[in-house]
């Protein structure tokens, strides 16, 4: 089979030596408010931000949101079943119950991870999983996380085994749920943030959540038509939608 060819990535500055007086991150920091709507609205929101994971050492690992899920909190009616926030609040689910913007990062399989911003006013519960990325910046740290030899092409196929796929993004940048569940990605200190690097994005496809065993016509998975990170299969189907 031909190898698909390499993608242009933009490259995101280091931090200093000190790390003071730099903003490493690119973009604008999203502010709270961006979080404080239903998970249906906030998710289609996020395609085209960043995530950005600044490591203790000062690498920046970064990419693009190409997929995502929405997850209802529990005062919807009907709630939603396939929400880990269904029950009520929890020690595992306890982040989700707070004030927005905050990162719930949970463990799958004992040894995996998924990471979800949490939406909506304090108390709801909703929820947005993010499901996959576009590799932007640490590339070569992004594949020592996920066993790939440093300096590899960014081709397709190359990209989609970094970042597609929720522990799959996980993985490459470096998220745990000892070290980055509850951290508040509105605040400007914190290690782990979601940004807006003015990435314009209009049209998006909608479709029924996958990998789920509950409520899995509900169609709250939305994702960038045609992107080569998006997980699940290569075609989608499902109805496309204009922001505006």
Request: glycine share 10%; with cysteine; charged share 20%.
């Amino acid at each position: 089979m031909e190898e698909s060819a390499p993608i242009e990535v933009p490259r995101l500055p280091k931090l200093s030596e000190s790390g003071r007086g730099v903003d490493p991150m690119p973009g604008r920091l999203l502010p709270r408010a961006f979080y404080e709507s239903a998970p249906e609205r906030v998710a289609p929101r996020l395609l085209g931000k960043l995530l950005v994971h600044r490591e203790s050492g000062g690498v920046l690992l970064a990419g693009r949101i190409v997929e995502v899920e929405a997850y209802l909190g529990p005062h919807n009616t009907p709630p939603d079943p396939a929400a880990h926030s269904h029950r009520g609040p929890t020690p595992r689910n306890m982040v989700l119950f707070g004030h927005a913007g905050h990162a719930y990062v949970y463990a799958i399989y004992g040894r995996y991870f998924c990471m979800n911003v949490s939406c909506e006013t304090k108390g709801q519960a909703g929820c947005v999983l993010i499901r996959a990325l576009e590799p932007v910046a640490g590339l070569d740290e992004m594949a020592r996380n996920r066993g790939l030899p440093a300096g590899v092409a960014l081709t397709d196929r190359v990209a989609r085994q970094l970042t597609s796929g929720p522990s799959r993004l996980c993985q490459a940048l470096a998220l745990v749920r000892t070290s980055h569940n509850g951290l508040d990605l509105t605040e400007a200190g914190s290690p782990l943030q979601v940004r807006d690097d003015g990435f314009a994005v209009s049209e998006v496809m909608v479709t029924a959540r996958i990998g789920i065993k509950e409520a899995v016509d509900w169609p709250l998975r939305f994702a960038l038509p045609g992107h080569a990170c998006v997980s699940g299969p290569k075609t989608l189907t499902g109805k496309r939608i204009f922001l505006s």
